[in-house]
């Protein structure tokens, strides 16, 4: 059974930045394309970043360019998001999932919460 285990979330200023995380397990991680959600309050659930497998290529959501990395650790079975230079906007609940041909995704975790205040 896949399953997705994200943490690292929490309270920041603008400004600041926190490294989310994400463990896998129940699948080959090695071998799956990741990707990086967000929910924001009263929004739905959108996709963020991508990273293919081995990591060489990666594919940032506009607000996200210069200030948010994408990355992986095949060892650790594990997907990271630094973000830096937080700002309000990027309050939200943070996933990660990988895409399946079909379309459909993998059941969510319980995401990690982040939340930028003044």
């Known amino acids: 059974q896949v399953r997705f285990v994200e943490s690292g979330g929490g309270l920041v200023q603008p400004g600041g930045s926190l490294r989310l995380s994400c463990v896998a397990s129940?699948?080959?991680?090695?071998?799956?394309?990741m990707d990086w959600y967000r929910q924001a309050p009263g929004q739905e659930r959108k996709e963020i970043a991508r990273?293919?497998?081995?990591?060489?290529?990666?594919w940032l959501e506009g607000s996200a360019k210069g200030r948010f990395t994408i990355s992986r650790d095949d060892s650790r079975n594990t997907l990271y998001l630094q973000m830096n230079n937080l700002k309000a906007e990027d309050t939200a609940v943070y996933y990660c999932?990988?895409?399946?041909?079909?379309?459909?995704?993998?059941?969510w975790g319980q995401g990690t919460r982040v939340t930028v205040f003044t």
């Open positions: 999932n990988s895409p399946l041909p079909t379309g459909q995704d993998y059941p």
């Open positions: 129940g699948f080959d991680f090695s071998a799956h394309v």
């Open positions: 990273i293919i497998q081995g990591g060489d290529r990666t």
